[in-house]
């Protein structure tokens, strides 16, 4: 199989996602614009409530009710999802685009075996027989690493161990071979060792498979292993995105920056000495926000952080929001 | 120089149910430690999930008796200390500043709540004191008359902080401090905990399993695998040239920032062994590379030299 790999898998431009609360609209997601090619990686790196969970589940239409979801474009393959009816977006979901979640164990339904859960919606979408469905199920999961497959299929979630329960919710997501994974921090609950195995394994089928991958994480480190490209949320807004060599080197937006200078770094930072901080909190994401969100613990703010903020650019596509233009970083 | 917290063979077994009909089961969550930790060091405590490290701190606390062995406090044994005096002595940091502090009391209470329990000073010192303490850790005594439900979780960590350091105890037991925070509220309190070492000569107990933030905060590290310490050494060394294939293999699984670096390969197998079954020999061997025949039938000795302590039959006990 040829892959183009200039091929959009999907391509999300000027969704705004707003959830309505009790104290007011929550503008969760503000105007952000993504594309992520066939065998691409794409990792959306932020801290918590910066509104990238929101926007993987926005991606695969699981929203919650008091949500609503606007775009000016929301394609799939080049076929316009925003707009499709129900029906569709069902043959899609599970089949053409699956989504790893963080908890295997809330995930999974404790209630039915792996087996169960691993081919239904195989023999839904690919109206396969049982039989077919289960040969195709051992194949996954002895292809995500775990032995004696055709045993593990009588097997409830409790009966395995972390690690190999998102090993089954990675098969259960390629079962029916899809285009576009999205993976919400899938290796965040686990130890660094499952951790390491497990990312090894989403890189490698994804390159095998050719499929395209958003993967969420607050993690820096997954982020530099194995993003192609990658995107800076903050307070809804995507602040700065380009390739992964090029955002660590050189990161330009002041909020990247600062997230770098936290992470301890082995031969970077002193042990012992001064990490570097963010000062202040994430703004309230109710109501409008002036300007640029991060001005108020931005170290370099002007007057001018309250108009409006251009987006810059550099010739191989690093992107970022503020007034500041361009600047040499010293890594 | 004589130790600060000093354990002999500490062990705690839990009897755990393993069915109606079925005889009940025995799980070592420490089995056999020996530390020595000298005063204002930070040893550094790492290790996969169901290592034991939690039951560790939970016994240099004094909240979970030991099974066998003893943890002694300068040279006291903890059992004989009064509860509240250990209290004065030992506190802890937990992971989770959600579930840590009371909700529905003042943040200003829960600072003050050892002094008042201890009853140190009159009401007016206590409060003067606690107030003090929270402006110390970065907490603006505005912030006093709130409950923890107002703040964010780096602030709750913060309260937790001063709540631990306002009766001057000269251990902390921090486990997982940081690992419920976001990186850059992390760095704060990282930082924020480096600078009260220093500026009340405290001794860290810091058990974490993010091996970057260990290797920023600890003087030396015990790595521990099934309840024992398989490794003990000064932090630099231990990162630079680890010697047993677990810490080997633990930190060759660390992902550092680093593009282009790819994801590393652990040579590990695919999950960890069941504490209730214990692998025979060296407890380690099914998923150790370079495992040999004497691994999966007698223990490693524990090798104590100038560089540390090491229990893995690479490298023979001197004794």
């Given at each position: 199989?040829?892959?183009?790999?200039n091929?959009?898998?999907?391509?999300?431009?000027g969704?705004?996602?707003?959830i309505k609360?009790?104290?007011g609209?929550?503008?969760v997601?503000?105007?952000?614009?993504?594309?992520?090619?066939?065998?691409?990686?794409?990792?959306?790196v932020?801290?918590?409530g910066?509104?990238?969970?929101?926007?993987?589940?926005?991606?695969?239409?699981?929203?919650?009710?008091?949500?609503?979801?606007?775009?000016?474009?929301?394609?799939?393959?080049?076929?316009?999802?925003?707009?499709?009816?129900?029906r569709?977006?069902?043959?899609l979901?599970g089949?053409?685009?699956?989504?790893?979640?963080?908890?295997p164990?809330?995930?999974?339904?404790?209630?039915?075996?792996?087996?169960?859960?691993?081919?239904?919606?195989y023999?839904?979408?690919?109206h396969?027989?049982?039989e077919?469905?289960?040969?195709r199920a051992?194949?996954?999961?002895?292809?995500?690493?775990?032995?004696?497959a055709?045993?593990?299929?009588?097997q409830?979630p409790?009966?395995?161990?972390?690690?190999?329960?998102?090993?089954?919710?990675?098969?259960?997501?390629?079962?029916c071979?899809?285009?576009?994974?999205?993976?919400?921090?899938?290796?965040?609950?686990l130890?660094?060792?499952?951790?390491?195995?497990?990312?090894?394994?989403?890189?490698?089928?994804q390159?095998?498979?050719?499929?395209?991958?958003?993967?969420?994480?607050h993690d820096?480190?997954?982020?530099?292993?194995?993003?192609?490209?990658v995107?800076?949320?903050?307070?809804?807004?995507?602040?700065?995105?380009?390739?992964?060599?090029?955002?660590?080197?050189a990161?330009?937006?002041?909020?990247?920056?600062?997230?770098?200078?936290c992470?301890p770094?082995?031969?970077?930072?002193?042990?012992?000495?001064?990490?570097?901080?963010?000062?202040?909190?994430?703004?309230?994401?109710?109501?409008?926000?002036k300007g640029?969100a991060?001005k108020?613990?931005?170290s370099?703010?002007?007057?001018?952080?309250?108009?409006?903020?251009?987006?810059?650019?550099?010739?191989?596509?690093q992107?970022w929001?503020?007034?500041?233009?361009h600047?040499?970083v010293?890594? | 120089?004589?130790?600060?917290?000093?354990?002999t063979?500490?062990?705690r077994t839990?009897?755990?149910?393993?069915?109606?009909?079925?005889a009940k089961?025995?799980?070592h969550?420490?089995?056999g430690?020996?530390l020595?930790v000298?005063?204002s060091?930070?040893?550094?405590?790492?290790?996969?999930s169901?290592?034991g490290?939690s039951?560790?701190?939970?016994?240099?606390?004094?909240?979970?008796p030991?099974?066998r062995?003893?943890?002694?406090?300068?040279?006291?044994?903890?059992?004989k200390?009064?509860?509240?005096?250990?209290?004065?002595?030992?506190?802890?940091?937990?992971q989770?500043?959600?579930?840590?502090?009371?909700?529905?009391?003042?943040?200003?209470?829960?600072v003050?709540f050892?002094?008042?329990v201890?009853?140190?000073g009159t009401?007016?010192e206590?409060?003067?004191?606690s107030?003090?303490m929270?402006?110390?850790?970065?907490?603006?005594?505005?912030?006093?008359?709130?409950?923890?439900?107002q703040?964010?979780?780096?602030?709750?960590q913060?309260?937790?902080?001063?709540r631990?350091?306002?009766?001057?105890?000269e251990?902390?037991?921090?486990?997982?401090p940081t690992?419920?925070?976001?990186?850059?509220?992390?760095?704060?309190?990282?930082n924020l905990?480096?600078d009260?070492?220093?500026e009340?000569?405290?001794?860290?107990?810091?058990?974490s399993h993010?091996?970057?933030v260990v290797?920023?905060?600890a003087?030396q590290?015990?790595?521990?695998?099934?309840?024992?310490?398989?490794?003990?050494?000064?932090?630099?060394?231990?990162?630079k040239?680890?010697?047993?294939?677990?810490t080997?293999?633990?930190?060759?699984?660390?992902l550092?920032?680093?593009?282009?670096?790819?994801?590393?390969d652990t040579g590990?197998?695919?999950s960890?062994?069941?504490?209730?079954h214990?692998p025979?020999?060296?407890a380690?061997?099914?998923?150790?590379?370079r495992r040999?025949?004497?691994c999966s039938?007698k223990?490693?000795?524990l090798?104590?030299?100038?560089q540390?302590e090491?229990?893995?039959?690479?490298?023979?006990?001197t004794?």
């Open positions: 199989m040829t892959i183009d790999s091929e959009i898998v999907l391509d999300v431009q969704l705004t996602v707003d609360t009790p104290r609209v929550l503008h997601v503000r105007d952000i614009s993504l594309q992520v090619k066939r065998g691409e990686t794409l990792c959306i932020g801290e918590s910066c509104g990238k969970s929101i926007t993987s589940l926005s991606m695969m239409g699981l929203l919650p009710k008091t949500a609503t979801r606007n775009s000016r474009v929301f394609n799939f393959l080049g076929e316009d999802i925003a707009r499709a009816d129900k569709r977006i069902n043959d979901r089949n053409r685009m699956a989504m790893i979640f963080q908890e164990m809330t995930a999974l339904n404790p209630a039915y075996t792996i087996g169960d859960q691993l081919t239904e919606h023999r839904h979408h690919k396969a027989s049982a077919q469905a289960r040969v051992v194949a996954l999961l002895e292809k995500v690493g775990i032995a004696s055709a045993e593990r299929l009588g409830y409790h009966q395995l161990s972390g690690g190999l329960r998102q090993r089954v919710m990675i098969a259960m997501a390629l079962m071979g899809p285009e576009l994974l999205i993976a919400d921090e899938p290796s965040t609950a130890d660094v060792t499952i951790q390491a195995q497990i990312l090894r394994l989403l890189a490698d089928l390159a095998e498979l050719g499929i395209a991958m958003v993967l969420i994480t820096l480190g997954v982020v530099a292993r194995i993003a192609n490209r995107a800076v949320m903050y307070a809804g807004q995507i602040v700065e995105e380009g390739l992964t060599k090029d955002i660590f080197a990161p330009q937006h002041p909020y990247t920056q600062g997230l770098i200078s992470i770094i082995p031969g970077r930072t002193i042990p012992g000495g001064k990490l570097g901080t963010i000062p202040g909190v994430v703004p309230s994401l109710i109501g409008e926000i640029c991060f108020d613990r931005c370099s703010a002007q007057e001018r952080c309250s108009g409006d903020i251009p987006l810059r650019h550099t010739a191989h596509g992107q929001r503020c007034i500041l233009e600047q040499e010293a890594a | 120089m004589s130790a600060l917290i000093q354990t063979d500490l062990q839990f009897t755990v149910s393993a069915g109606l009909f079925k089961k025995i799980l969550a420490v089995n430690v020996d020595c000298n005063r060091d930070v040893l550094g405590v790492v290790g996969e169901g290592c490290k039951t560790l701190a939970r016994m240099l606390l004094g909240l979970t030991p099974t062995g003893s943890v002694q406090i300068d040279g006291q044994d903890i059992s200390i009064d509860r509240r005096e250990l209290a004065r002595r030992v506190q802890p940091i937990f989770d500043p959600y579930s840590s502090l009371n909700p529905r009391r003042t943040i200003a209470s829960i003050s050892p002094l008042d201890l009853n140190i009401s007016v206590r409060k003067k004191k107030l003090e929270l402006e110390r850790v970065g907490l603006p005594a505005r912030y006093a008359k709130n409950t923890p439900g703040l964010s979780g780096g602030q709750r913060r309260v937790a902080i001063a631990a350091l306002v009766i001057n105890p251990i902390v037991i921090c486990d997982e690992s419920a925070l976001d990186v850059s509220v992390q760095a704060q309190i990282l905990l480096l009260l070492r220093k009340f000569n405290l001794t860290y107990v810091f058990i993010n091996l970057a290797e920023h905060i003087t590290v015990a790595v521990m695998y099934l309840g024992r310490v398989v490794e003990l050494r000064q932090t630099a060394e231990l990162f040239d680890p010697r047993h294939p677990y080997q293999a633990l930190l060759a699984s660390v550092t920032p680093e593009p282009g670096l790819g994801i590393p590990l197998g695919l960890f062994p069941d504490p209730l214990p025979s020999g060296c380690f061997h099914p998923r150790c590379a040999t025949p004497e039938t223990h490693p000795a090798r104590r030299d100038a540390g090491v229990a893995c039959h690479l490298y023979p006990s004794r």
